[in-house]
């Protein structure tokens, strides 16, 4: 250990051990009083936390942001007990505030650790998402901070049940992430009952060495192996998991190693009698006094001078293409990094890496990985761009909306988006994304049709809050947009207009074109139609819309290389749900399960080309037969 | 090997390199002829495959329901070409079928493969998921069927980075799968580069005998020790695991072990070249002769009494309770499985356990395969229902977006839906689950309010095809429906109604108990108001729903828990969308992050609680100050 302040020295059996007590009383206390939780996942936990706060925790408490901090990730995020109790014992909540406002509403005591905490992270939770969360914090150190922070993360052993916990030991190993150390409780009871492992520390070790990290297995209630065990994380060469067998329930003996006893309060006379042999109330305050160094610059942030690339009207670009482009320009900010999922020669992100290698991070095909280290990176203050095919960011769904609870910044791209990907078949097809990226909290959905706009707003993701969704589309489409246009999100384009338009043709992505050819044949009929690119599908131009369907006798032709539901569809007709005037409406949407065959053939099989949004106005039209219905 | 019929026996090295010779003939003619495709990864594994066909491989082609036919699973999906090669070797399609139709439109030679053929189990060509599926079979073979069929699963080397592959390898281990036999083809070369590990097979060993199932390292173009390596499979009393290294494209000198060849034709020159080296076109046929065993019975699929559980009318019974209690009653049903994530004294899956531990099986924290084994199970003609918290099911939407391209039959439930669940906050609180689960295809989403309803959706589910999805509520409601009700999927159900109603208050799940609640309030204001029960998501009861609009003067309020995109209320809009009438409408929904809090606080925060919806419905009834807007 660096030398460390004078008042933070004390003897770690003794000054660990005291604690170790107060985090137990304080945990049982908190979730008596609020009459849920989970006081026997903290007690199980309670001694390695006790030592590592004491002994190897390095931060600042009165400035969370400062870059040199160390980071504690609960990955057990149901152990929120423990951790309020270490905040506690940190000074920066009082007692008051954890025992009477644990879980209860507008308290940031959440039931689950969330960043409404200054010193939370990342929300935590869905278990098998700490880790590779902390993950990208440690690659952020490492590779771009170059700051000697480490980052502990405390891991449940039911846990490891999850594969992102391997995704992320392996690229813990990949990256040589030394900084990185992982405290498995050990204490072989999950939810329901033992877990499949129970307390076989030694599967758990080889499977830990097997995949590139260094494994100590301790007693995790012993408090010098657990000082010992975290020292030597200190000094090792790779990423260290320290597997602690530990008891659960351990200080409340009604409760210790008892299957039945998960997420409940323990018994109030046993919880008394417990805190008793504790010791009682305590109010230790524990110094984990910053380290020696002085915190190094944090990333910069100033906006750099970021050059777009052109594009020439009517040349045919892929939207993907245009997003490797504009990446790629966007490099020249220094805190915009990217994440690949042994896909970039697809999605593009190749682009990147080949002008940025040092900020381009190869996840290889772990979905899940790539969402938790982006999240990471955002820890940092990192701008991170993540991409893969559209179908896939489905793998790592659950991450995506945990980035929202952890209200992280991180941009995604999905590419090969829908049926227009043709020959490969509909496991490569992203049907469902829109859908599904909608659904997230507080998330940006964007889906260009053309190269400029796909530019434009890869560009405009790099600032926006939140979980950031840019669609991209396989084959190259004409240009449609010159250099000087601006997208703004939330916003709409007008592609073709005239005062005698009588049917609406909204698109966006590949469509966008299909309504474009349609237009023209519905004009050439002498049925003028107006076209709204759609390129912002959340927030949608809910008065842009609006407005063209007045000016278009309420006639409204959306389609969309998607399946039906939670689409483009949908959200025209929440958007319009105001309007409180009939709507003339036909949805054209992927319905039946594609197969393989080409572009063209395949959007005519779903119902989604040029001719099928041509004959939808006419029936919007009264098959043509009906002058009155003409009338705008 | 058992006796096999004298034809099928052939000189291991000549007949199978003749077999080898010619798959690859066929995977480079066919991609070719395709123009797209990925010969250089069915190269890698042509000789695996012509071993494992010719010598140990047992399957009835003109029967391939035939119960104790082999299993042969290629996970990695875009091997493809190989695949329908070894079809065509086995004389179920020709060669004008796989070179003229292989990626066509129409054929059901799919750019990766699905069960439109009827040789295939599952679709594949999302990585990683097809072993996962596979131990759903073996699992079946060891624990259901009692069948000595084999499952064989080809994997690629970049799949393995997939942390659903580590899941998987850990289930087959635990379950005790001897049955299953892993081949991986390390060519060391994935889509856009090297993989992680390259030929690093040691790595791979280790992590694999770590994860408990026997691993055989072997030269996978040395067929003698291809064929030792199968046979070691065959008696091995665990799952085995063959890590074959290999060679990317060989069998064309110009592309063999290069980067830049995946999913490419290879160029015509080199691939004609090849074809003469590898003999020309040839047609053998290869016997796979099946089991001499007589097939055992398939699983009884007769319908048996199942006695549903029956609830007093306003009584309060959870969702969740009701869908445990019918599972259960379900089980009389000897091809109903049911599938655990460690959750099951939440989802009350335990239920089941009790009363039919055989057919109970714990995933432990693994969502992933969980829904791998529920497909899996499918194959062999069960009926898998499979639960966790709603919120979870993101965790493995990949999966589920699998099953529906796989077509196959599985039953989802996902408890603790909403803001609901209270002080556990954001991370357990299922909230896009509707908008996920909708947007998959050819899905059914349920979302009952009462037991009654719960429990006879949980048994109609038993017979429903495709995916379906049963949203249950942790808190405990009155019933509200007598044991007689049916709840027909895709009906509503209205739940108070009069000739006077002047606005229609949708709901479902716990939202509809705040609708009736708000009814009663608005009854008292001399505003009657019909309420419907929208237990049915999707399909919607677009019919019962416009009927409803139509009688209460096209004012609707709509109140959910959950996020506003692509749940119950788009569901409505769509439904709602063909009337061309003007609506007043009033979505209430879950629009910020919601914290921890009691259910009621939560629902009044989130805006939707009885409160929220008498004072949509007063909205839409102008305020109440109208008297015109209160004739319907």
Chains 1, 2 share one sequence.
């Not at 008793?276 to 910069?300: F, H, M």
Request: glycine share 10%; hydrophobic share 40%.
């Amino acid at each position: 250990m660096s030398a460390l302040p004078e008042e933070a020295f004390r003897p770690a059996l003794e000054g660990a051990a005291a604690l170790a007590r107060q985090l137990r009383v304080d945990s049982i206390r908190c979730t008596a009083r609020a009459g849920s939780g989970h006081p026997t996942s903290s007690l199980s936990a309670a001694d390695l936390m006790a030592v590592l706060f004491s002994r190897h925790l390095h931060y600042d408490w009165s400035r969370p942001g400062r870059p040199d901090n160390d980071h504690l990730i609960f990955s057990k995020g149901h152990a929120s007990p423990l951790l309020y109790s270490l905040f506690k014992a940190a000074g920066v909540i009082d007692d008051r505030e954890l025992v009477e406002t644990y879980r209860t509403i507008g308290s940031p005591l959440q039931g689950h650790p969330t960043p409404k905490l200054p010193w939370v992270d990342v929300a935590t939770g869905s278990l098998g998402q700490g880790l590779p969360d902390g993950v990208g914090v440690a690659l952020a150190g490492k590779r771009l901070d170059h700051l000697d922070y480490r980052v502990w993360v405390l891991c449940g052993d039911s846990e490891l049940a999850e594969g992102s916990v391997w995704e992320a030991l392996d690229k813990a190993a990949l990256y040589g992430l030394d900084n990185l150390t992982v405290i498995v409780d050990v204490n072989r009871l999950g939810q329901s009952g033992p877990t499949e492992l129970g307390w076989d520390v030694e599967t758990y070790r080889r499977r830990v060495e097997a995949f590139g990290c260094r494994a100590v297995v301790v007693d995790g209630h012993d408090l010098r192996r657990v000082d010992d065990a975290l020292s030597i994380a200190e000094r090792s060469d790779r990423p260290t998991v320290i597997l602690a067998k530990t008891v659960k329930g351990k200080g409340v003996p009604e409760v210790e190693d008892q299957e039945g006893w998960h997420g409940k309060p323990v018994p109030r006379e046993a919880g008394e009698a417990a805190i008793d042999a504790l010791g009682g109330v305590t109010d230790l305050r524990v110094a984990t006094p910053p380290r020696p160094s002085g915190p190094a610059a944090a990333p910069e942030s100033a906006p750099r001078t970021v050059t777009l690339p052109k594009y020439e009207l009517g040349m045919k670009v892929a939207t993907r293409t245009a997003f490797g482009d504009a990446l790629a320009a966007l490099g020249a900010r220094p805190e915009v990094v990217v994440l690949d999922g042994e896909v970039g020669n697809s999605t593009f992100t190749d682009n990147f890496k080949e002008a940025w290698p040092d900020r381009f991070f190869q996840m290889y095909i772990s979905e899940q990985q790539m969402v938790g280290a982006a999240v990471g990176l955002s820890v940092r203050g990192y701008v991170p761009f993540a991409a893969t095919f559209a179908a896939f960011w489905t793998r790592a769904y659950d991450f995506i909306r945990m980035a929202a609870v952890s209200q992280a910044d991180i941009r995604l791209c999905g590419s090969h988006a829908g049926v227009e990907i043709g020959q490969d078949g509909p496991s490569q097809m992203g049907l469902e994304d829109l859908a599904a990226l909608r659904a997230v909290h507080g998330s940006t959905v964007l889906y260009p049709s053309d190269a400029t706009s796909a530019a434009a707003l890869t560009a405009a993701m790099a600032d926006l809050p939140g979980v950031s969704y840019l669609r991209t589309t396989r084959g190259a489409y004409p240009v449609l947009y010159g250099p000087g246009e601006t997208f703004p999100v939330g916003g709409s384009k007008i592609l073709r207009e005239s005062a005698q338009d009588q049917v609406l043709l909204a698109g966006a992505g590949v469509t966008l074109h299909a309504c474009l050819e349609a237009a023209q044949r519905l004009a050439d009929r002498g049925l003028p139609a107006r076209v709204i690119d759609l390129y912002s599908v959340k927030p949608i131009d809910a008065a842009g819309l609006s407005s063209a369907v007045h000016a278009t006798g309420r006639r409204l032709v959306v389609a969309e290389d998607h399946y039906p539901e939670g689409g483009l569809g949908e959200a025209v007709l929440a958007a319009l749900s105001p309007l409180y005037e009939p709507l003339r409406f036909e949805h054209l949407a992927v319905r039946d399960l594609p197969g393989s065959g080409t572009p063209k053939e395949l959007m005519e099989a779903a119902g989604i080309s040029a001719d099928d949004i041509e004959a939808a106005a006419l029936r919007l039209l009264g098959d043509h037969g009906d002058p009155r219905l003409r009338q705008p």
